[in-house]
């Protein structure tokens, strides 16, 4: 019995979603003409502040002491 509400709560779910979707909006660009982000002068570029956590690199723990090149 619960499975057959579950469907029809599905269902009825899925059919209301689909009746309230937007229709998508076609381009009404023209052959010719570009639509691109321009840069503004004096616009505002978020910062973020904190600290930044540089963690150690150990995939060569125990690859062995280093040695100096000699030329």
Known sequence: ???IIAAVVAVAVAVFSYIQMR???KSRLTPGELDVTQADEGGSIPVIFGTCDVAPNVTAFLA???RAIKK
């Open 23 to 25: 229709k998508g909006q």
């Open 1 to 3: 019995m619960f499975a």
């Open 64 to 66: 062995g002491t280093p």
